[in-house]
C-alpha cells in the first residue's frame, strides 16, 4: 500500500473542501479528541462551540492543538490477512487556538460555518449579538501536512 504526501497545497485544498473534522486537545486528564465542524479561511481554522466545556478548558490551560480530517476512499479486500487496507487521504494541521473576540469577524466567520452547511439554502445571517451566544476558536497552523494511502501501480 504505497503512501503518497501531499503537497502544501493539496493539504491546504483538501482542508478548504471539507468541513468535519476532529480536534486534539490535552488537558489535566490528559488527551481529548471530539468531532466537529470547522471552516478554513485566510490561512486558519475556525470552529464554533458552547462558551463552556472541556474541549475550551483544556484550550485555556494548553493552546496546542491537533486537528485532523481524513475521507475514506474506498476498503482494500485480499486472500491474505495483511492484505487487507483502506485507502484513504488525511490532512493534520498542528497548531495554537485561541478564542476570538467579539466583534464583526467572529460573526463573519460564523455565519462562513453556516454557509458550508445551508448548502446555497436561505438563512438569517449571524449578527454581532447572536455571535455572543457561542464561542469561536481561531486555530493558526504552525503545521499542515497530508498524505494519501493509495493503490499502486
Do not use: W
Given at each position: 500500500?504505497?503512501?503518497?504526501l501531499?503537497?502544501?497545497?493539496?493539504?491546504?485544498?483538501?482542508l478548504?473542501q471539507r468541513f468535519?473534522?476532529?480536534?486534539?486537545?490535552?488537558?489535566?486528564d490528559?488527551?481529548?479528541?471530539?468531532?466537529?465542524?470547522?471552516?478554513?479561511?485566510?490561512?486558519?481554522?475556525?470552529?464554533?462551540?458552547?462558551?463552556?466545556?472541556?474541549?475550551?478548558?483544556?484550550?485555556?490551560s494548553?493552546?496546542?492543538?491537533c486537528?485532523?480530517?481524513?475521507?475514506v476512499?474506498?476498503?482494500?479486500?485480499?486472500?491474505?490477512?495483511?492484505g487487507?487496507g483502506?485507502?484513504?487521504?488525511?490532512?493534520?494541521?498542528?497548531?495554537?487556538?485561541?478564542?476570538?473576540?467579539?466583534?464583526?469577524?467572529?460573526?463573519e466567520?460564523?455565519?462562513l460555518?453556516?454557509?458550508r452547511?445551508?448548502?446555497g439554502?436561505?438563512?438569517q445571517?449571524?449578527?454581532a449579538a447572536?455571535?455572543?451566544?457561542?464561542?469561536?476558536?481561531?486555530?493558526?497552523p504552525?503545521?499542515i501536512?497530508?498524505?494519501?494511502?493509495?493503490d499502486?501501480?
Open positions: 500500500m504505497p503512501q503518497q501531499l503537497t502544501p497545497d493539496e493539504a491546504i485544498d483538501f478548504r468535519l473534522g476532529r480536534l486534539a486537545t490535552v488537558g489535566a490528559g488527551p481529548y479528541i471530539t468531532p466537529l465542524h470547522y471552516v478554513f479561511d485566510s490561512g486558519r481554522l475556525y470552529f464554533h462551540c458552547a462558551r463552556e466545556g472541556k474541549k475550551l478548558d483544556n484550550i485555556r494548553n493552546p496546542r492543538v486537528f485532523e480530517v481524513s475521507e476512499d474506498k476498503p482494500v479486500f485480499s486472500a491474505r490477512a495483511c487487507y483502506t485507502r484513504y487521504t488525511s490532512v493534520l494541521v498542528f497548531g495554537v487556538a485561541a478564542l476570538m473576540p467579539e466583534g464583526e469577524r467572529k460573526a466567520i460564523l455565519n460555518l453556516v454557509d452547511q445551508a448548502e439554502r436561505l438563512y445571517p449571524v449578527d447572536m455571535a455572543k451566544l457561542c464561542e469561536v476558536v481561531e486555530i493558526v504552525e503545521t501536512s497530508g498524505k494519501r494511502n493509495i499502486a501501480l
